[in-house]
Nanobody
Framework: QVQLVESGGGLVQTGGSLSLSCVAS????????MGWFRQSPGKEREFVAA????????HYADSIKGRFTISGDNAKNTVRLQMDRLKPEDTAVYHC?????????????????WGQGTQVTVSS
């Protein structure tokens, strides 16, 4: 059974940085796309960034381009999100997601596996 476990997150001031990590286990991860989505109260889940762990190809949401960087380790089935120059509007629960078919999508419906989420709060 595939499981995704996130770590990181927390409270930071505007302009600060945080790093999130996600480790996948319990499946066959030869060609996997992993990424991050976020959701704040009263809003729909929003795509943040995703990448194919084998090729390294990545896709970012416009709202975080130039501030967030996604990276991964195919051998360890791990994806990381480095978040810099954080803003209050980045406050949300951040969820890790995996698509074992390897295609990088911005649509949450394309991801079959999800982590429980980790809270990121940016104070003004």
């Amino acid at each position: 059974q595939v499981q995704l476990v996130e770590s990181g997150g927390g409270l930071v001031q505007t302009g600060g940085s945080l790093s999130l990590s996600c480790v996948a286990s319990g499946g066959t991860f030869g060609n996997t796309a992993m990424g991050w989505f976020r959701q704040s109260p009263g809003k729909e889940r929003e795509f943040v960034a995703a990448m194919n762990l084998r090729s390294g190809g990545a896709h970012y949401a416009d709202s975080i381009k130039g501030r967030f960087t996604i990276s991964g380790d195919n051998a360890k089935n791990t994806v990381r999100l480095q978040m810099d120059r954080l803003k209050p509007e980045d406050t949300a629960v951040y969820h890790c997601a995996a698509n074992l078919g390897g295609v990088v999508f911005g649509d949450s419906l394309r991801y079959g596996y999800w982590g429980q989420g980790t809270q990121v709060t940016v104070s003004s």
